[in-house]
């Protein structure tokens, strides 16, 4: 039997071992960081916390005898992604990147692109109505511009104490429908959209500021490792199936 490991902690690394669950030709097992309390459900096998960085990485695919991984990872976990590619190419582990398409743009976007998130802060008018979606460690560039008001919704509540800038949270994942999205942003007056250019799912509130015609804020993503990549699931099995049970060429 061949051993898989997908790097996870995505919609489309859930969906990939949910499809790959019924395979006996493969072990699969997915990796998540372990931060989030109420991680997406994941079939098959699934272990929690880091390796100890890309030699640690690299030491567990030859431990436990990985024969090929897809690292599924979100596209702004920079560190991870890098780490696997180091981490594959010492322990010759053939690897392949599952990134989804950033977000499309079309004519009439109001995009207003940016680096990080301090400069996503920075680039918001004075006294803005405010949409933020944004992971715990990015809101404090937010806390400090005490003229904004922020609806903020996040996967998990923030701790007790941690900076925040004035509004409301909403906890919970982004709904897949531009209308629900619609009715949040009229609900709160909201006037500037703060995202990431994550793509998949989360592209909900980017077609409901297409449709308000609010500009969006959105942090670039960051550079990926060299290699293969592929942008679906579907692509993903095709790489599993050709790397790990394609017959040799005679
Ligand atoms: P990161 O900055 O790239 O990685 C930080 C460290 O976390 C890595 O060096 C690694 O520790 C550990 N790690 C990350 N992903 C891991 C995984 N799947 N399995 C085992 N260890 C992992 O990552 P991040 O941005 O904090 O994201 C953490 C996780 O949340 C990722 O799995 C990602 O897919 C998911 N996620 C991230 C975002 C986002 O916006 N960044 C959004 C949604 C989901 P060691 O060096 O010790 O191995």
Partial sequence: MARLL???????AAELAARLAGDDRLETVTSLAGLTQMPTATAGRVRRGGFGGPD????????????????????????IARHAAEAAEAAGVPRVRLLRPPFERT?????ILVPDMAAAAAALPDGARVFLAAGRREIAAFAARKDLWCLVRMIEPPAAGEAFPAGEVVVGRPPADPEAEIA???????????????????????????????????????????????????????????????????
């Fill in 6 to 12: 997908i790097l996870g902690g995505t919609a489309e």
């Fill in 56 to 79: 640690g990485l690299a030491a567990f695919l030859k431990q436990e005898n990985y024969q090929a991984l897809v690292d599924a990872t979100h596209p702004f976990a920079a560190q």
């Fill in 107 to 111: 004519p009439g976007d109001r995009f």
């Fill in 184 to 250: 949040l942003l009229q609900e709160h007056r909201i006037g500037w959209i703060v995202s990431k250019d994550s793509g998949g799912r989360a592209g909900a509130k980017i077609v409901a500021a297409r449709r308000l015609g609010l500009p969006v804020v959105l942090v670039e993503r960051p550079p990926q490792p060299d290699g293969p990549t592929v942008s679906t699931v579907a692509d993903s099995i095709a790489w599993i199936e050709a790397t790990l049970f394609a017959a040799p060429r005679a």
